[in-house]
Structures are given as structure tokens and as C-alpha cells.
């Protein structure tokens, strides 16, 4: 059997294809990288402190260098970011970020983008400049730049500021009470992020819930944040409190740990256990739905860390049943509904996914290009302006697929790629090293 390439963000060339052999089972334990969600804003909130935080666990992919490399650019120190070694941010406290000389590139990473629109919108009499990779560029930023624009910030840019690059104009911004019209965790983070030197107090109402790391640490930060019923759809900021800078702990990625859950629950024989495993319950839905399939999977050692609920997750293979999903669910799972397509193929019915329009705007198109992919791979499925319907049990055959430079897509189709028959080629595999830059040494350790 032949074993998947090392792909890390250091490599000096990654392979542009990658061979799948189909077959096989999953054994055996892993500890998935740090959240990225999380990772993002020990940095972010790090960085507008006062004294040192340090981050232990830090994800060392690329989105995170990325806003590591903003900051930089804007006179805060942040150590080197290495796999194992704890992270120091030194801050310059709410309004100490010096303009900067060159434009500010945040990559591929629209968290780093859509959150440095909130943090520099009040940054008044300085000017900023934000860009990224082509994929980035194609990202729409006006669904930021709007609600920010009711507090007064002044955004720039192609399509009438809807797209990068992005020049901001630092305001005096005031206190708003914004209702989002999507539940963003981008969304309601940027706006938060700009509440904390605005004018008065500033409300954030959701339709939804959407994940809640932001809430949580600026809390722990020392922001005087409430949030209030009904669910925490409603966030309200006072703006005054300095920040301090803390000691985080980053939980391993529950996004990247549905790739192993879906993958030992589909491929026969397999039995893995997904340690150190963020149990945050803004982001938990991709195990309800698990748990609606059938799916033999447990939580072991609950524990919290530093806020955060975590536990060890154990995955075991077993007959799915068919899902729908929709609703307020959607943002508790959204960043997982491209493995759950592919557990839909394995389910013994008629999956649903509906109200999750808000995959056509992530790195990629999500719901058109996991219907292409695995559509190439023999899946019986159909596209729908906000969702996808798939058939199970669908036999998935080898075939040349392509991650489309998504990191996601990239990881949901290796393990599609576990169930088919044949040897599957993926184009573009270095797209995990965006989220996961040790997927593919973790599969290849984990097969037997």
C-alpha cells in the first residue's frame, strides 16, 4: 500500500497530486491541530493587551501566520510560530497599532481579513491596506464593511468595498445597535472587535447563534461584554476596559476532528480516538447530527481548559442512517458540511442540507465544488441554491478529483477517497496545510 506524501507548511515543494489508494481501515489515536478560530483571536486580542500573552497550542498553518504577519507589520511582537513551542504576543494596548509601510497581506485566510476590518476600522487618522492571494480577492467583505459602516467606518474598494483589496480610513466610530442579517461568527467578531474603542455601547443581534470563542475571550481579556437572551443571539459591548494580556490554551480543532469522525464511522474495521478534542457548544453540531446517523462515537474525559470545554473523542465504523439539516443549526456545523456530504453518501437514505448558502462564500464555492467532485466520483447528488440533496449507499469509484485549492474539500475527498474502490488522484493536496498541516502524515499513521 502506498503511503500519502509529508505535506507542512515549510515545504519547499508539495506535490501537485497526490495518490489515494481506496481500502483499508483507521487505527488508533491522533491529536488534531490546534483551533483555528481560537488561534486567530489569541493573536488578535493578544495584540490589542496590555503586557504579554502567551498562547500554547497555537495552529501553525497558514491563516494564523497570516494574522501573525499583520500584526508584525503594525509594531506588535509575536515570537515565532512553531509546532510544540508556545506562542508570546507582546501588545500595544487598544490604540497602538502603528500604520503601516506596505499592504497588509492576510493570504487565504478571510478570517484574518474580515476580523482586521473591526480591529483597524477605529483607528482613527491611520490608513491601512488589506489584500490577499487571487482566492481571497474573489471573497465577498461588504457583508463586514456594512455593519461596520453604521458605526462610522470608513472601508473602500473594488465593487463598491465589497472586495480586496480594502483600504480602511481610520474613524472615531460610534456605538451601534446592529442586527446582522446572516449569523456570522466573522461578522459579529469584527463588530466587536471595533465596539472596544467606539464611542458608547455597541449591541450585536443574531438571527442565529453563531459560534461564540469571541465572546468568551474577550470576556477573559477583561471587556465589559454581556451576553444576553434569547440563546446568546445578543452581544452587547462597553467600550473603556484596557485589555490584559492572558495565558490561552488552544483546544484541538473540532473541525479538523470530523474528518477522522467521519472517517472511522464510514470505512469498515476502523476505531480511532481524536484526543484534546474543543467541545464548545456553539460548535458541537456536526456531533448531534453524527448522533441522529447512528454514528458509534463517544466523548471520553470531559474536562475544561482555560474556558473552553474539551474532551477525547472515540469513533468506531457502523451502519448511518440519513440526515436534514438546516436553520440555526447551520452555524454550528458550517465549516463541516463538506465531510458530512460525503457520511451522506454512506447513509443507508436521502440526506438534506438546506440554508447553507453561506458555503458559496468560503474559500471556495463549497456546495458546487463538493457536487463536482464527488459527483466524479460517482455520487448521486443534487445541487441546490442553498444546500445539497445526496443518495446513499452510493458506491464512490477512484477518480481524479481536485481540492480546488480548498482545504476542506481537500481532506473530505482523501477520505471519500478511504470507501472507494481503486486509487483516487487528488489535485492540489498542499490545500490542507491551511487548517492541517499534518493531515497526510496523520493518515498514513493511522491506516493499517
Known amino acids: 500500500m502506498s503511503s500519502p506524501a509529508t505535506l507542512t507548511p515549510q515545504s519547499g515543494s508539495l506535490p501537485s497530486e497526490q495518490l489515494l489508494p481506496g ?33 500554547e497550542g497555537l495552529l501553525p498553518a497558514e491563516d494564523p501566520l497570516s494574522t501573525a504577519a499583520c500584526l508584525r507589520a503594525m509594531g506588535v ?64 467583505m461588504r457583508r463586514v464593511g456594512g455593519p461596520l459602516g453604521e458605526m462610522g467606518a470608513s472601508i473602500h474598494g473594488r465593487q463598491g468595498g465589497n472586495l480586496a483589496p480594502l483600504a480602511i480610513e481610520g474613524q472615531s466610530l460610534r456605538g451601534a445597535t446592529i442586527r446582522t442579517p446572516v449569523a456570522s461568527a466573522q461578522v459579529k467578531s469584527a463588530l466587536l472587535l471595533a465596539a472596544l474603542t467606539a464611542g458608547g455601547p455597541t449591541t450585536v443581534i443574531e438571527p442565529h447563534l453563531s459560534r461564540d470563542h469571541s465572546e468568551r475571550m474577550l470576556r477573559a481579556f477583561g471587556a465589559d461584554l454581556r451576553v444576553e437572551a434569547p440563546e446568546g443571539t445578543t452581544v452587547t459591548v462597553h467600550p473603556g476596559p484596557s485589555l490584559r494580556g492572558q495565558e490561552v490554551v488552544v483546544p484541538g480543532d473540532i473541525s479538523s476532528a470530523a474528518f477522522w ?25 456536526i456531533l448531534e447530527v453524527l448522533e441522529a446517523m447512528g454514528a458509534r462515537v463517544e466523548i471520553l474525559n470531559r474536562r475544561d481548559v482555560a474556558g473552553e470545554p474539551v474532551g477525547d473523542l472515540r469513533a468506531q465504523h457502523g451502519a448511518l442512517r440519513p440526515f436534514t439539516i438546516g436553520g440555526e443549526l447551520i452555524p ?41 467532485q464527488l459527483g466524479a466520483m460517482g455520487a448521486r447528488l443534487q445541487e441546490h441554491p442553498d444546500g445539497l440533496t445526496i443518495e446513499g449507499i452510493t458506491p464512490l469509484k477512484a477518480a481524479t478529483v481536485d481540492s480546488e485549492t480548498d482545504h476542506r474539500v481537500a481532506m473530505s475527498l482523501a477520505v471519500a477517497s478511504l470507501v472507494a474502490t481503486g486509487d483516487t488522484v487528488l489535485h492540489d493536496p498542499g490545500a490542507a496545510a491551511v487548517s492541517y498541516p499534518g493531515f497526510w502524515d496523520d493518515l498514513s499513521r493511522l491506516r493499517v
Request: charged share 25%; net charge neutral.
Open 23 to 55: 481500502g483499508g481501515r483507521l487505527s488508533g489515536s491522533v491529536r488534531v491541530p490546534g483551533d483555528k478560530s481560537i488561534s486567530h483571536r489569541a493573536l488578535l486580542f493578544g495584540a490589542i493587551a496590555e503586557g504579554e500573552t502567551r498562547i
Open 77 to 140: 511582537e509575536v515570537s515565532e510560530i512553531v509546532a510544540g513551542q508556545p506562542v508570546w504576543v507582546r501588545g500595544v494596548g487598544l490604540d497602538g497599532f502603528r500604520e503601516p509601510e506596505n499592504v497588509l497581506d492576510c493570504g487565504n485566510s478571510g478570517t484574518t481579513m474580515r476580523l482586521m476590518l473591526g480591529l483597524l476600522a477605529g483607528r482613527a487618522g491611520r490608513h491601512f491596506v488589506l489584500s490577499g492571494d487571487a482566492s481571497l480577492r474573489r471573497r465577498p
Open 261 to 285: 469522525l467521519v472517517a472511522a464511522a464510514i470505512t469498515p474495521g476502523s476505531d480511532l480516538t481524536i484526543e484534546n478534542v474543543g467541545l464548545n457548544p456553539s460548535r458541537t453540531g
Open 332 to 372: 454550528r456545523l458550517v465549516d463541516e458540511i463538506p465531510i458530512l456530504a460525503v457520511a451522506a453518501c454512506c447513509a443507508e437514505g436521502v440526506s438534506r442540507i438546506s440554508d447553507a448558502a453561506e458555503l458559496r462564500v468560503k474559500e471556495t464555492d463549497r456546495l458546487a465544488v463538493m457536487a463536482r
